[in-house]
């Protein structure tokens, strides 16, 4: 059964400081590493990440895959209250596009 | 990017009663359309993946015939919560993937409904 397990659980942080939210993984035929920001509604794609090495940015976050150790990395930079949210990192390891989930990361950045 | 819509947002119903909730793709078509379920600070839990044109594939746990899946074009797929109880409210978010055009791994969401069932 493939597995996503995402640290920390929650992240309290002011505004300005960095963070950086793991995500590792197990699955049995990996395709694809997506992060997603949830605020109070559905997820919204961020990130999709295939290859080992590879950085992706947008403004202030980037990601990075390694898939020799199976894990990733959501960075944010100079942090902002709008960036307070559940980051949640999911796995597509098969066929049919379909994705396993982690628990999610709760971000508060306070003023 | 592709659009996806979900109806209704938010609906409250009593025990017993069945709800459905529509999940369309907009200006595009998906071949795969995917049912979570989100309880209250938790994750997505994949209840169901659904092909156009074919039954939909149910995750361990999740009773096929209390949520009724039905995929009968590539822009809309329904679920209807059967008999609701209060064990099932919930927020069901809907997601479509196999998009043209699209990486071929991505999935887009839909905003979401949330069923409160009293």
């Known amino acids: 059964e493939d597995k996503v397990v995402q640290s920390p659980l929650s992240l309290v942080v002011h505004e300005g400081d960095t963070v950086t939210l793991n995500c590792s993984y197990e699955?049995?035929?990996?395709?694809?590493l997506l992060w997603y920001k949830q605020e109070k509604k559905a997820p919204t794609f961020l990130f999709m990440l295939?290859?080992?090495?590879i950085e992706k940015k947008s403004g202030r976050l980037s990601s990075i895959l390694d898939k020799k150790e199976l894990f990733s990395i959501l960075n944010i930079t100079a942090t902002q209250t709008g960036d307070s949210a559940v980051y949640l990192c999911a796995v597509n390891g098969g066929s049919n596009y379909k994705l396993t989930f982690g628990k999610g990361t709760l971000l508060t950045v306070n003023p | 990017g592709a659009v996806v819509s979900q109806h209704p947002s938010r609906v409250i119903c009593k025990s017993g009663t069945s709800v459905k909730i529509e999940c369309r793709s907009l200006?595009?078509?998906?071949?795969?359309m995917f049912w979570y379920r989100q309880f209250p600070k938790q994750s997505l839990m994949l209840m169901a993946t659904?092909?156009?044109?074919?039954?939909?594939?149910?995750e361990q746990g999740v009773e096929k015939d209390k949520f009724l899946i039905n995929h009968a074009s590539l822009t809309l797929s329904t679920l209807t919560v059967t008999s609701a109880h209060p064990e099932d409210s919930s927020f069901y978010i809907c997601?479509?993937?196999?998009?043209?055009?699209?990486?071929?791994?991505?999935?887009?969401f839909g905003p979401g409904t949330r069923l409160t069932v009293l």
């Open positions: 699955v049995t035929n990996f395709r694809s």
């Open positions: 997601s479509a993937g196999g998009v043209a055009g699209a990486s071929g791994n991505e999935q887009f």
């Open positions: 200006d595009f078509q998906a071949t795969t």
């Open positions: 295939t290859s080992s090495g």
């Open positions: 659904s092909n156009e044109g074919s039954k939909a594939t149910y």
